[in-house]
């Protein structure tokens, strides 16, 4: 068997950003606590964890008592509401905010749409995961008036329900990790059923993700058999997998070496290993050499 990494998968520049600043802070020998897992990945949480990261959320943070001071948050790439900010601050946390450009960026350009928007009672919908992290911190940027859809049937769902009205002012997000053609279809639909209200669709996918799934495809295409590596909790994940079976059948989704079968593969097949944008570099070197140690 060939087996071959995908040059391209690995971590996202939000995500090695937020890791390279905690394993800064932790080799200077402070204390860290991360809000949330700081990676959909349990085998790199694992070794952050093995470093110093103590992960808490926001119950945790809801809930605690005494005050910190001097002790230090990281906010991680998905970013937050204001309000978890004002929390952290009242309990005495040095806040170190990894929040991802990109995320902020779309952060306050929903900020900016609602305000734009609340005059004629116009909305907001955003194309995302219900309860994902990101979703929450965008829809905490605004005080309500943003309906989020998983996709198209949700949609149709909102319409029908009232909560969607298309005779109002519509302004279109979607998360930053959602699949473009998704998006697309979710646009179009939306676009079709306007009834003299305008529609204003925010380009806000992030572009690292977008020629990942360009390229990934391909990868997918080219090679006899893919292993997709990523944690059980990661919506980019889900989503670039389902990518790779759309271009390759024999497409299996492994969180680690251990998920591997021999049964999956053929003496001569040519093995791709790819993975989301929080799965790391090391474990998709380590799922290589553990195939090629199946022959
Ligand atoms: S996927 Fe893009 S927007 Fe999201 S954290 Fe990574 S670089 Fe930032």
Partial sequence: MQVEIDPNSGFCGGVIRAIGTAEKILGEGGRLYSLGAIVHNEEELARLQGCGLVTIDTEDLREMRDPVAGETLLIRAHGEPPKVYARAKELGFKVVDCTCPVVLGLQKKIR??????????????????????????????????????????????RIADGTIRPYRDIELFSQTTMSPEGYARVREYLSSIMAGAELTVHETICQQVASRHRELAEFARNHDVIVFVSGKDSSNGKVLCELCRGANVRTWHIGSASGLRREWFRPDDRVGVCGATSTPKWLLEEVAAAIKNLQ
Avoid: W
């Fill in 112 to 157: 900016e749409a609602r305000l734009r928007l609340a005059p004629a009672e116009g909305q907001i919908v955003l194309f995302g995961k219900i309860g994902h992290p990101e979703v929450m911190g965008l829809v905490g940027q605004v005080d309500g008036g943003v309906t989020v859809v998983e996709n198209l049937d949700q949609l149709r769902d």
